[in-house]
Nanobody, 120 residues
C-alpha cells in the first residue's frame, strides 16, 4: 500500500515562496502519476498539480505559471515549488499516487498533509 509523508508548509507573506516535499513508500509499482492536492477550509479537496511517470505535468488554472511539480525518483520524493503565493492558496496540501489522467482517482490513503498559510 502506498504511504505518503508531506512536509514543508508554513506561514508565508503574499508574493512569497514555499517548497513542499512528499516522500512515498510502500507499493509503488501501479502508480502512474503523483498529484498534489489542497483543501481549503469549507471547500472540497482539489487537484492542483499532476506529474506522470513519463514526466508530463499539468496544473490547475488557479496555479498555472506559479507552481511547479517535480520528482526525484532515487529519493522517492515529489516536490511542489510554489511561487507568487496568494491568500487564496491557503490550504492543507496533500500528495498522493494517482492514474495518468488528470481526473484519475487518488490511490490513498491520505497523509496528514502540510498546512500552507499565506497572510501578511
Amino acid at each position: 500500500q502506498l504511504q505518503v509523508q508531506e512536509s514543508g508548509g508554513g506561514l508565508v507573506q503574499p508574493g512569497g515562496s514555499l517548497t513542499l516535499s512528499c516522500v512515498t513508500s510502500g507499493t509503488l509499482f501501479n502508480i502512474n502519476a503523483m498529484g498534489w492536492y489542497r483543501q481549503a477550509p469549507g471547500k472540497e479537496r482539489e487537484l492542483v498539480a499532476h506529474m506522470t511517470v513519463d514526466g508530463i505535468t499539468k496544473y490547475a488554472d488557479s496555479v498555472k505559471g506559479r507552481f511547479t511539480i517535480s520528482r526525484e525518483r532515487d529519493k522517492d520524493t515529489t516536490y511542489l515549488q510554489m511561487n507568487s503565493l496568494k491568500s487564496e492558496d491557503t490550504a492543507v496540501y496533500y500528495c498522493n499516487g494517482t492514474g495518468s489522467a488528470w481526473d484519475s482517482q487518488p490511490f490513498g490513503p491520505w497523509g496528514q498533509g502540510t498546512q500552507v498559510t499565506v497572510s501578511s
